[in-house]
């Protein structure tokens, strides 16, 4: 069974920089997509970044655009997220999605099969 887990997340100041990692375990699942998602109390989980099963093709939230990076190491079975320039409203939990049996990113949440436990990242002002 796939397990997804993240890491990386913690408090940081206004401006600061954080990385997230997403590490995959328990079967292989080859090249597909992958996205991270984040939510805050009271309101859905929403898109941050997905990054199709080459990782040549990638897709940001406008929210993020020209802050955060995604990227995947398909060898290791990993993604990490680096956020730059982190502001309050960055504040969430952060949460590692796979997309199975399809190389193509997907932006929809419901597109998502495996879902990591999340991870908090708060943004101090």
């Known amino acids: 069974q796939l397990q997804l887990v993240e890491s990386g997340g913690g408090l940081v100041q206004a401006g600061g920089s954080l990385r997230l990692s997403c590490a995959a375990s328990g079967r292989t699942f080859g090249r597909v997509a992958m996205g991270w998602f984040r939510q805050v109390p009271g309101k859905e989980r929403d898109v941050v970044a997905a990054?199709?099963?080459?990782?040549?093709?990638?897709y940001y939230a406008d929210s993020v655009k020209g802050r955060f990076t995604v990227s995947r190491d398909n060898a290791k079975n990993t993604m990490s997220l680096q956020m730059n320039s982190l502001k309050p409203e960055d504040t969430a939990v952060y949460y590692c999605?796979?997309?199975?049996?399809?190389?193509?990113?997907?932006?929809?949440?419901?597109?998502?099969?495996?879902w990591g436990q999340g991870t908090q990242v708060t943004v101090s002002s």
């Open positions: 990054i199709d099963g080459t990782g040549s093709d990638t």
């Open positions: 999605a796979v997309r199975m049996y399809t190389l193509l990113l997907s932006p929809r949440r419901n597109d998502y099969t495996h």
